[in-house]
């Protein structure tokens, strides 16, 4: 059987093919850890993009519907200034959205969400909060954050007018035994009365007679009447779950007033 005759050309063409199957390879070899290597900042990059569109869209819905009251920086006008340091610190992402979702009942907080009412989709509300949240870098010091015009504000349970509200203020309004319009509900004479910090900014959730609302119930017979003192103080001190800390809003003896006077109620029925 004779052999085949050499195809130079044959050859040639597969050596060339080999060589660049080797060159792309080769290729490949050396992208991959370039690409490993941008690809996170691309993703961070992404992710910024992201944030700052979000912040711009919020940013443009505030302004035509929640600046009049709020301030166009959200240093408060005839609402609290949602700009301080105190609020951004006690309500978390989470609570903001709540608030703006659901509003506060009783108050000119009114829900903004599609699902109660409102005009707002969760992407512009998420929006509307990631511009709000936008401001704690730079967010000054504000004692007076709840009613920055010394009127009181809007009352929002504490959260929109501050977060403080016990029992979940800064996401639905649930008052624990704070004021939502100041905390320091002291009255004319500078006393600080707790059945009307309770009245004022905590029965609207948990009731008048502390029987429960949106809020739990606090009053006789409910869950908080077998609770130890420490473990009441220290939900209004810390704010378990959802509920904002109050710890900076109220002095020791004024929270174990506020426990008094539950205990009060809880001892009449």
Known sequence: MSERPRDDELERSTNRWIVAGIALTSLFVLMFPAYRLYEPSGR???RNDLAASLVAQGGDIFQANCASCHGVSG?????PALNSQQFLKSADDEQIVSLISHGIPGTEMSPYSLDFGGFLTSQQIKAVGSFIRSWEADAP???DWRSPTGDGGHDEGGAADG???EGGAADDGHDEGGAADGGH???AAGVFDAAEVFAASCARCHGADLSGGTGPALGPGSHAVSDEDEELIRAIRTGPDEMPRFDDEFTPEQIDELLAYIREVQSSG
């Open 163 to 165: 977060g403080h509200d």
């Open 185 to 187: 509900d002291e009255g």
């Open 44 to 46: 961070e990059a992404a």
């Open 141 to 143: 010091d504000r004692p």
């Open 75 to 79: 240093q408060g006008v005839d609402a």
